[in-house]
């Protein structure tokens, strides 16, 4: 029988046999990869960022935010110490952490390292298919063997981008739990109208809004990629996973794009800028506006304004030009699915776990770490700013 079997070895299985074993526990991680941490790889573009600087609550999302803030109060303080303890250098880049090489495998060797030099058993090439509860102690069925454990961590993350079978959810609602709905987040969103291939490959600074029945729902701006399905780039990820829900519920969505970010004035004052400037140049409207919009952006609006290429400013609709500039509505069809996405919105309900501890209510010595849970974050470190904080609050509380 063993004493802590840890259900997978991605960033918070790692991370949670490495402070577990620190504090006495006897662990054993069973990971169904040849390797240990092997999405960590690809975060970052390959570089890791696995910290932000800002760490406010409004950086993440969960449908139990109160329960979440009790989690990362307790822990938010102690991750990067955590990566000191592990000889990491890193640095910070606009409040991103990243390792100083840059490279992601820093951080899953030193992980590993120190897994080693714990002894912390590894079982790879097992998947776990099945756990049960039996009197005091769990059987774990994986694919291949049989084991027994005294206690389980759940950390096998998410579906988000995995093109195999995933049966983390199916394993733990088989032991009374309850999930969330899931949808896609920080993924790219489809539209429903057919001109996108003429603005394929732009990316622009631009403002975003997401509106739904004439609300702003939520704000980013950032570079925006323009592609021939609609729209991708981080600030667009970070709208993502707000978008499904609406959808569901039969709402229609909007992004509301300001072309024109840097300028900070009404329409009324932007309307004045292009007057002058045409009376100034006396240029086309197409060459006014290809002095500060990508040429492939400027096609667009002059063709959704049938206006002909060699047309003036003070021959035009200006208002409807106006509107095109600083309100061009995109129409949400959809997000691109789970395969395409960084993380899933919606787990575990954090009200099923002891905040404290994460340990489920509902089973005892059961525990979960990561994104299995019902937390997710934007861009810029949050995600795995989670499994950390929660691999230390697993690893802390174990062994009492
Ligand atoms: C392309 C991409 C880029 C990202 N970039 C960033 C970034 O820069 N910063 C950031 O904060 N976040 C980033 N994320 C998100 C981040 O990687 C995840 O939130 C984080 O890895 C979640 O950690 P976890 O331990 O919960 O799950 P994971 O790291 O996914 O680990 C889960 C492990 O469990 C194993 N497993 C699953 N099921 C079983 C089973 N039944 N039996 C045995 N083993 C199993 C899996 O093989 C895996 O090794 C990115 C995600 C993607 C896809």
């Not at 309100?327 to 309900?349: H, M, S, Y």
């Amino acid at each position: 029988m063993m004493d802590v079997v840890i259900i997978g070895g991605g960033a918070s299985g790692m991370a949670t046999a490495i402070r577990a074993s620190l504090n006495g526990a006897k662990v054993t991680i069973i990971e169904k990869n040849n390797k240990l941490g092997k999405k960590l790889l690809v975060t970052g573009n390959g570089r890791c960022n696995f910290w932000n600087k800002e760490q406010d609550l409004n950086k993440y999302h969960s449908q139990n935010i109160e329960i979440f803030k009790e989690i990362y109060d307790l822990k938010k303080d102690e991750v990067l110490k955590f990566f000191d303890d592990l000889g990491i250098v890193y640095q910070e880049i606009n409040g991103y952490y990243y390792p100083v090489s840059n490279q992601a495998i820093t951080i899953v060797e030193a992980l590993m390292r120190k897994i080693e030099k714990l002894g912390i058993r590894i079982i790879y090439n097992e998947e776990v298919l099945k756990i049960k509860k039996d009197n005091n102690k769990f059987v774990i069925l994986t694919d291949k063997n049989k084991y027994e454990a005294l206690k389980v961590v759940i950390a096998t993350g998410s579906i988000a981008s995995i093109n195999d079978e995933y049966l983390g959810y199916q394993i733990s609602q088989e032991l009374g739990h309850n999930i969330t709905n899931l949808y896609p987040s920080l993924v790219q969103v489809k539209g429903k109208d057919s001109y996108y291939n003429k603005w394929n490959g732009v990316r622009a600074k631009a403002k975003l809004s997401l509106i739904v029945d004439n609300n702003i729902i939520k704000e980013e701006m950032g570079e925006v990629q323009f592609t021939d399905y609609g729209l991708s780039g981080i600030c667009l990820f970070n709208l993502s996973g707000l978008i499904n829900d609406y959808l569901n519920n039969n709402k229609e969505v909007l992004i509301n794009i300001n072309l024109v970010p840097w300028f900070n004035n009404s329409k009324d004052e932007f309307k004045k800028y292009l007057t002058n400037l045409s009376n100034k140049l006396d240029y086309t409207l197409k060459d006014i506006l290809e002095g500060f919009l990508n040429y492939k952006l400027v096609r667009v609006i002059l063709d959704l304004n049938n206006i002909k290429d060699d047309i003036k400013w003070n021959d035009v609709k200006q208002d409807k030009v106006i509107d095109y500039l600083m309100n061009f509505l995109f129409r949400v069809l959809e997000t691109k699915d789970f395969r395409d996405a960084q993380v899933v919105r919606g787990g575990i309900f954090l009200n099923e776990v002891n905040s404290k501890t994460l340990e489920s209510k509902k089973v005892d010595n059961l525990y979960f770490t990561g994104e299995i849970l019902d937390v997710d974050g934007i861009c810029g470190g949050y995600n795995l700013g989670f499994a950390w904080m929660s691999a230390l609050l697993v690893g802390d509380s174990i062994n009492d």
